[in-house]
Nanobody, 129 residues
Framework: QVQLVESGGGLVQAGDSLRLSCVAS????????MGWFRQVPGKDRDIVAA???????????YYAISVKDRFTISKDNAKNTLYLQMNSLKPEDTAVYYC???????????????????WGQGTQVTVSS
């Protein structure tokens, strides 16, 4: 059974940093295309960052324009964990953040909610102004 568990969210002030973690079981993070999404009430679940699975010379990444140069997605293969380092947080970053993984093992990144098969339960990030 595939399980993704997010952690690391919390209440911070604007300008602070957080690192979100997504620990995977039943899935090898290094081989799996994964992503971070976020959602606020009344809005769609939107891509934040994505990272490709295995198969390429380099690991391609994608960032939403609103977080590029502030957030960094990465994998720790030894810990089978996906991370999202979030710096210079803004109130508009407030959302529930979700970790996602695909069923297959593809050397691409994916940016749509429907591209993913497995989801964590989410972790709340709240940024005060």
């Amino acid at each position: 059974q595939v399980q993704l568990v997010e952690s690391g969210g919390g209440l911070v002030q604007a300008g602070d940093s957080l690192r979100l973690s997504c620990v995977a079981s039943g899935r090898t993070v290094s081989s799996t295309a994964m992503g971070w999404f976020r959602q606020v009430p009344g809005k769609d679940r939107d891509i934040v960052a994505a990272i490709a699975g295995s198969g390429g010379v380099t690991t391609a990444t994608y960032y939403a324009i609103s977080v590029k140069d502030r957030f960094t997605i990465s994998k720790d293969n030894a810990k089978n964990t996906l991370y999202l380092q979030m710096n210079s947080l803004k109130p508009e970053d407030t959302a529930v953040y979700y970790c996602a993984a695909r069923r297959d093992y593809r050397s691409y990144y994916y940016v749509n909610e429907y591209d993913y098969d497995y989801w964590g339960q989410g972790t709340q990030v709240t940024v005060s102004s």
